[in-house]
């Protein structure tokens, strides 16, 4: 990741106006195109942006209905170039409504009524919930006083699901999977299949023994399981 100068970032919002100024000289048949490119990228910003683009929203979509194409690309580009060249939470996971929801074991509607009451420090509510985007040290305030990051609540979820994951007995079909990855293994590590490879060599090493047991083991199991099916 690139680590911008102060004088690099204003480089970089000069070029952003410049670019966006281009616009106007563009002929007829394309400047009546240029409105669907900037409400795409408009699009883009509000659904993967957590810096709260309303206001530059509100902006772009007044300068369309002005059919102002170059002052609505500025907008957009000065903001993409401002959090572009920002220090600030660049390296942090950012997470949607539906993740936040499988972390804290609620409802997405439940944790957007969440962001509109403010329970999440850092996070602006917006107009439509669904595309909010939370980062990992947004704090969450529950009523009784206690207070999580979503970055704890996610390190909880997980370390949950992993023992889950360890008590559930696997099925016949994961234990099948399991063992045909293993020969797999093998087959990949000897460069063929156990019967032209450890099966026929005259004289094994006891790492190759000790393979070619596990390797043997391995067949064995899954042929009792394709007898019993």
Known sequence: MYMFELAEKEIALTEAVVISELVKDLPEP?????PFFIMALANYIEKTSFHNPGTILQ?????????N????????????????TSEDEMNMRIYSTGEIARFFGVSVATINNWVNQG????VEKGERFKQVRIP????????????????EAAEAYEHEQ??????????????LVELANAVVHFEKKY???????????QKLTSDEDRDAQQWAGLLRSIKRRGADT
Do not use: I
């Not at 394309?30 to 240029?34: A, N, P, R």
């Not at 990992?136 to 970055?151: D, F, K, R, S």
């Not at 992993?162 to 234990?175: G, K, V």
């Open 119 to 122: 329970r999440f420090q850092g």
């Open 69 to 84: 194409a170059h002052r609505a690309l500025q907008w957009l580009l000065v903001h993409m170039v401002t959090v572009g």
């Open 59 to 67: 902006e772009v979509g007044r300068c369309l209905s002005e059919q």
């Open 191 to 201: 460069g063929g299949t156990y019967e032209d490879t450890l099966a026929v060599k």
């Open 162 to 175: 992993a023992r889950l994951n360890r008590m559930r007995p696997m099925t016949d079909a994961e234990e």
């Open 30 to 34: 394309e400047s009546k195109k240029m």
């Open 136 to 151: 990992e040290n947004a704090v969450y305030h529950a009523p009784t006083g206690v207070q999580t990051t979503v970055a």
